[in-house]
């Protein structure tokens, strides 16, 4: 999402997004798992969620027996973004730690904007406020058709919740705005293979760019 930096010392914030089932959640615990092995402060947060407020406005967001405008729905998520920013992510940031985010302003893009139509400029701004200008060091784009990821879910034994039950076409049009996410802070990694070999080539794209937190080495 675009959005003007604002200072955070320290710290390393990373996003993991993509289509649901896209692998996120287990990249995101491995590296977490790695980077303790190695001595390292992580953060782990999943959006929304990450807060007794985010937490609720979650369950609000995912209950398929609420429908939700999409203005409604955009509002939910940033509520919870702007709890946990305020109290968790920046605090994190300040000492720092590695912040590793399940999901983040990108899904905002691909959901809200994408999959619901919502203008870019009000949503960009409303999300501006709601993080106070913090952006990701990178945000990490697991790519794998939606179709992949569903199969996945279903293989998991997933209840579907009230996204997961939106029709097709939504999920086109998010797994578009996922794929066609640009830009210099923006990696997309191939996210069809196994974890584990999606675990290496996340981590050796890291340790290219942040070397002091991703030493090939470690763990
Ligand atoms: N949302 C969120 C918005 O609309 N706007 C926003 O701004 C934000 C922040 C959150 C929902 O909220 C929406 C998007 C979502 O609809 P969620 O449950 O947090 O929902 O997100 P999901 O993507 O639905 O979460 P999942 O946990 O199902 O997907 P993940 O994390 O991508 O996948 P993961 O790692 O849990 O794996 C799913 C299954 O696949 C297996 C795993 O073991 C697991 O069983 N798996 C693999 N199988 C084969 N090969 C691989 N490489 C595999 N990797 C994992």
New binding site residues.
Partial sequence: MNGERSAVPHGLFLTVE?V???????QVARLAERLRRAGREVLVV???GGTPLAEEARRL??DPALELGAATELFL?LVARADLVQKVVRPALERGATVLA????L??RA??MGGRGLPEAEVVAANRLATGGLVPDLVVVLDVPPEV?QA??A??G?IK?R??LADGAFHQRVAEAFRGARGPGILHLP?D???DQ?HDALWAELARRFVETFSPHAG
């Fill in positions: 993509g649901e089932g896209a692998g996120k959640t287990t999943r959006e929304p967001f995912l998520v399940d999901r983040f302003d899904s905002t959901y809200q990821g996945r879910q293989a998991a997933k919740d996204m997961e996210a293979g196994t974890p999606i």
